[in-house]
């Protein structure tokens, strides 16, 4: 198939071990009835019932058993059978058991369980405002969004963070979907969401470089027209595809991306402009800048089907070596002048395995948390007397006005009332 896209982005070297499709997300065929939710909770979606060549509902559970069984022993999986959780992830985790295995990549379980009260200190559980609940959904996104924006006030609240938090609150409870969030944004891509973006600009340089020496026609066409890296790579790259592909294959790419790091987005992100612009005849469709973005953006949804499309990320002749040795030479070449701080990738650490040793090495040497800012609610001032109406009864006009015109009259300053919520950090 990729031969007829025209540009091979394929790697013949590494053995398909992702064919098959227990536990997948395929999308489902069929339109539903107006406002019937699909499957996943898309109102008027189409994802009703299984298309052709989803997997029987025996295989399904035999696949969920084997999820279960390794989530309950992870430590021992981790240490010694990671390659048979990246194979699994490949495959695509059992819908009904994301909201178990997602914490357990990303690491977001044992920094959950190493701050305990963190995320409910950053809800003001004592404020009226925030005793009853207003629904699960817009309340949630808003609780978790919040809760990050004064969890690191230092970075603020980026809007592509929307879309990621969004859905991780499909699978899972607000404090775990908070952690998640946490995790996403300072161990898989620091840099990412913070005022500057310096590390969005890195993996745009990265990127190009990428297409340059895999598919140089796609390159050089993209170049011709004017079209660089971040007329397009933010969206994709910061929201995790969550606006950009059908959410079966957006879930997909999520269950890689927690296992192996960002080295699946990056081979999201060659697929996709390999299928939009392989061929000479697609290539010569985009005369200009607008049809050349208006191709990225109109990939035929049977080709971004989750079994296929992933068939073909998971083929891309990209090695995690690769990716490394392209962000060195990126990053040495990058001005000086780039506003904000320069790119730390080596902060970036590459999937559960590294992270998963990583807090194994933290636990070991004594577990030291980080410091977690503190929001401290200042009780309201006692309520002050009211003033008393001065006595004027048996003095006279003049002597009110020589007192009035006299030195004033010294004593302490009356202090400033401050406000009724007095946070800090």
């Not at 029987?56 to 430590?75: F, G, N, S, Y």
């Not at 969206?235 to 699946?264: H, M, N, Y």
């Not at 068939?311 to 001005?335: G, K, M, N, T, Y």
Request: charged letters at 20%; one cysteine or more.
């Amino acid at each position: 198939m990729a031969q007829a896209l025209g540009e091979d982005l394929v790697q013949t070297s590494e053995p398909q071990d992702d064919s098959s499709s227990l536990g997948s997300d395929s999308e489902l065929s069929g339109p539903g009835p107006y406002r019937q939710a699909d499957r996943y909770g898309f109102i008027g979606g189409s994802s009703v019932e299984p298309g052709p060549g989803h997997p029987p509902a025996d295989l399904i559970r035999q696949r969920e058993m084997k999820w279960v069984e390794m989530t309950l022993h992870w430590e021992k999986t981790m240490s010694r059978r990671y390659k048979k959780v990246k194979i699994q992830c490949r495959k695509g985790i059992p819908s009904a058991l994301r909201a178990r295995c997602w914490p357990l990549l990303c690491g977001a379980q044992v920094c959950q369980k190493n701050s305990p009260g963190t995320y409910q200190d950053r809800q003001f559980p004592l404020h009226e405002m925030f005793v009853s609940p207003q629904g699960h959904g817009q309340q949630g996104l808003l609780q978790v969004l919040k809760a990050y924006t004064l969890y690191r006030p230092e970075q603020g609240y980026c809007q592509a963070q929307g879309p990621v938090a969004a859905v991780l609150l499909m699978h899972l409870p607000p404090e775990e979907a908070f952690w998640c969030l946490v995790q996403i944004c300072e161990v898989y891509l620091p840099g990412y969401y913070g005022p500057h973006m310096e590390a969005v600009q890195l993996d745009a340089e990265v990127f190009m470089a990428l297409l340059r020496r895999l598919l140089p026609r796609i390159h050089k066409h993209l170049q011709q027209v004017g079209v660089g890296p971040l007329l397009y790579l933010p969206e994709w790259f910061l929201c995790l595809f969550a606006r950009s592909l059908p959410f079966p294959t957006v879930l997909r790419i999520w269950d890689a991306f927690l296992s192996e790091g960002a080295k699946v987005l990056f081979r999201v992100g060659l697929t996709l402009v390999r299928l939009a612009l392989g061929t000479a005849e697609q290539r010569m469709a985009c005369p200009g800048l607008l049809e050349t973005l208006g191709a990225l953006r109109a990939i035929p949804p049977a080709q971004l089907q989750e079994e296929v499309f992933m068939s073909q990320v998971h083929s891309v002749a990209l090695s995690e070596q690769d990716l490394q040795r392209e962000i060195r030479v990126q990053l040495a070449q990058l001005p000086k002048s780039l506003p904000g701080p320069p790119p730390q990738p080596q902060a970036r650490l590459l999937g559960a395995q590294a992270i998963f040793e990583a807090q194994q090495l933290a636990g070991a040497q004594g577990g030291a948390k980080l410091e977690v800012p503190r929001i401290v609610v200042q009780p309201p001032e006692e309520p002050r007397p009211p003033r008393r109406k001065p006595q004027t009864r048996g003095k006279t006009f003049h002597g009110l006005l020589t007192r009035a015109r006299g030195p004033p009259i010294e004593g302490t300053p009356r202090p400033h009332r401050g406000s009724f919520l007095d946070t800090r950090f």
